[in-house]
């Protein structure tokens, strides 16, 4: 509906610059969502807001750029993605991955010199005080 007002009321190019900046900001409130809290998934778009308002040159201001440029449209894909990957991967999800890539931090823990080469059963069978061989 707003786009169809947005257009309406200017013209299409301003309607699909308004999507293209609605699908951004909403990938950057998903994503700081998930890195914050809910409470706080207005911080990265108001972040974004001020670096376009101050600092950004017209390279990456997907406001008042062109509606054929790629760099914004590309944002606006990217953003959303990058959201639902946020979502997507939970601490759990995220150790588990880590963990297949061979990235997680290895824990070294000290073990005793008998206890090196005995296999679990072993292991298991000397803290139970059966005998098994």
Not at 72 to 98: D, E, N, S
Not at 102 to 122: H, M, N
């Amino acid at each position: 509906m707003f786009f169809l007002v947005e257009t309406l009321g200017a013209d299409i190019g301003l309607g699909f610059a308004f999507v293209r900046s609605l699908l951004i900001w909403q990938g950057l409130a998903i994503v700081s969502g998930r890195l914050l809290s809910p409470q706080f998934i207005w911080v990265l778009p108001l972040a974004s807001a001020f670096l376009l308002i101050w600092q950004a040159g017209d390279r990456w201001n997907w406001i008042t750029t062109q509606i054929d440029a790629p760099l914004p449209w590309a944002l606006a894909v990217l953003a959303p993605a990058a959201g639902a990957i946020t979502v997507a991967v939970t601490k759990r999800r995220g150790a588990v991955m880590l963990r297949r890539l061979r990235l997680a931090p290895t824990v070294s823990v000290s073990r005793r010199a008998d206890s090196t080469s005995r296999s679990p059963v072993d292991q298991m069978s000397r803290l139970t005080g059966d005998k098994h061989s």
